[in-house]
């Protein structure tokens, strides 16, 4: 009898530490499936990086989108504004040449580097925020909730993947060392509204190595108030 009731309070106090690690991880995926699930948002992101830092800075990305519609990027690079239509998987980006989808603005031009062909690239393996979210909470090593903000370190495997990416045609990615990385979400009323995610580590691509410490903010406005409108030619190009 007393073996049992042992066994019987372990198992509870075990259960108790289970629930106690993953339940703010559930939390967060909930708040981002919740977000999700709303008929429509805005969001803005902006990356920064330390002034010695040099190298590429992109300017910020405003975007809208609907549930089972159209998400409708604007994003500056520099001097220029690209434009951007993603539904399901597909889309269609702006170029000079008028709207081209995303698997014709990727075809090899002739060598050499292509902003367009990179830019399509990267929106091939673009995520919504809820999507993109709930990913950086899987990949978090122990989220905790402390004064109303989820935070906690990114796993090794998890940075590395995000400091990742794949090249058109099947090609692989560079390679990635001393990978780290944190990650924090606010969230109201059950719903996302707000995550901010650093990455920092050396990235290897064609001899070439890079030292990347960057942090992407990424703010949800008008949930429920957006209006998406994508111009004719983009849609038919997205199809």
């Avoid at 559930?26 to 190298?55: C, E, F, H, I």
């Avoid at 990385?181 to 995550?195: E, Q, T």
């Amino acid at each position: 009898m007393k073996r049992n009731i042992f066994l019987s309070a372990l198992a509870l106090f075990v259960g108790s530490l289970l629930a106690a690690d993953t339940a703010p991880k559930d939390d967060v995926q909930a708040a981002a499936r919740k977000l999700a699930d709303q008929p429509n948002y805005s969001w803005k992101t902006t990356v920064t990086m330390p002034p010695a830092g040099g190298g590429f800075r992109p300017g910020p990305t405003d975007g809208k989108t609907e549930k089972g519609g159209f998400a409708y990027l604007v994003m500056t690079r520099g001097d220029n504004t690209i434009e951007a239509a993603l539904k399901g998987g597909k889309g269609a980006l702006k170029t000079e040449d008028g709207w081209k989808s995303l698997a014709e603005a990727t075809q090899d031009d002739g060598g050499g580097f292509s902003p367009m062909r990179f830019t399509a690239m990267m929106l091939q393996e673009y995520q919504l925020p809820a999507a993109q979210a709930e990913d950086l909470a899987s990949k978090a090593k122990d989220l905790k909730l402390a004064d109303g903000v989820y935070s906690s370190e990114l796993t090794e495997a998890g940075a590395k993947q995000l400091l990742s990416f794949r090249r058109a045609g099947g090609g692989g990615g560079p390679e990635v060392s001393n990978a780290k990385g944190s990650v924090r979400f606010w969230v109201k009323d059950g719903v996302l509204s707000k995550y901010e995610f650093k990455l920092q580590g050396t990235v290897s691509f064609n001899g070439n190595d890079r030292d990347v410490d960057r942090t992407t903010t990424v703010e949800i406005k008008d949930v429920g108030a957006t209006k998406v409108s994508v111009p004719d030619e983009a849609a038919k190009k997205a199809s």
